[in-house]
């Protein structure tokens, strides 16, 4: 859908719900089918993570899985629209008003759950707080323009690539109340890091970047994240801030990890990053006494 800029200006000027289900039947119908090497690491993960579900059990998570992805893609299209209370719901909503309305700086610190960008967009129109986004461009460049037109409506600012380490800290020191956007389970390596599931990892990439934000500007981290309720509505799920001035980097990282680690085993049908690891390798598949907490 994003190298395709014809689909893309279709699926901007139909309503928004129509394009949403329109993305989610292309992701199952075309792409799945398109893209069996990752459906099948996928598969072989949830069975790891999942043991609990039988395997029709897992093989409808997986369907539902597509259905996401392709719906979250499409609404890209669509996010300015969908960027209100109708379609986002906030779960004690009071609370979440009074954590945007503290002082300080703040690390907003989620996974790649529902529909990310939406959050992203969301949590720039629910504050007043200068916000920015760490993005690394896909490596197709008609891909990577795509996106970065896309986002430029409702992310604001958004910084990758070279100079970012730097561009990040002074937005973070030099802005007042600001806010840094962050993905926590990108993949490197071929393997997703984060979160954990029981494995003896030690916290780096965006965590451990996180992590040393932190401490440096004295931002709390806001850990967050958004599920698909039905069709393009979401209940936007949070967990009260975790402050570096109070805990330790094992407590916030332990917070983080079972924060987030739940949220992902319990909707792995929205959970983009299961296709992304592979729990087989060595050292990456969870201990024998892993047993998932779904919350």
């Not at 398109?34 to 790891?48: P, S, V």
């Not at 009074?98 to 629910?126: E, Q, R, Y």
Request: proline fraction near 7%; aromatic fraction near 8%.
């Amino acid at each position: 859908m994003l190298s395709n800029p014809f689909l893309f200006w279709m699926l901007r000027w139909l309503p928004a719900g129509l394009a949403s289900w329109l993305g989610g039947w292309l992701s199952v119908h075309v792409a799945r089918r398109r893209m069996k090497l990752r459906d099948a690491r996928a598969r072989a993960n949830l069975a790891i993570l999942r043991p609990d579900l039988s395997q029709p059990e897992r093989e409808a998570m997986l369907t539902r899985r597509w259905i996401n992805v392709g719906r979250t893609l499409a609404e890209l299209a669509n996010v300015d629209r969908l960027v209100n209370d109708a379609h986002v719901r906030v779960i004690d909503k009071a609370g979440y008003d009074a954590v945007l309305d503290g002082p300080g700086p703040m690390i907003a610190f989620t996974c790649h759950l529902g529909n990310w960008d939406l959050l992203a967009a969301h949590i720039k129109w629910s504050t007043d707080r200068p916000g920015l986004g760490v993005y690394e461009d896909p490596e197709d460049p008609r891909i990577a323009a795509q996106l970065r037109k896309a986002r430029s409506s409702y992310m604001g600012e958004a910084i990758g690539g070279e100079g970012a380490a730097r561009g990040v800290l002074k937005h973070l020191t030099q802005k007042d109340r600001a806010t840094l956007y962050i993905l926590a389970d990108e993949r490197r390596e071929r393997q997703v890091w984060f979160p954990t599931f029981g494995r003896p990892l030690p916290p780096s990439g965006n965590l451990s970047i996180a992590l040393r934000l932190a401490r440096k500007v004295g931002a709390r981290i806001l850990p967050f994240y958004l599920l698909r309720t039905q069709g393009p509505h979401f209940d936007l799920h949070w967990h009260p801030p975790l402050d570096p001035g109070a805990l330790s980097d094992e407590a916030i990282v332990a917070a983080l990890d079972a924060y987030l680690g739940r949220a992902c085993l319990a909707h792995a049908d929205q959970w983009l990053a299961l296709h992304d690891m592979d729990l087989t390798a060595e050292g990456h598949r969870p201990p024998c006494d892993f047993a998932p907490d779904r919350g």
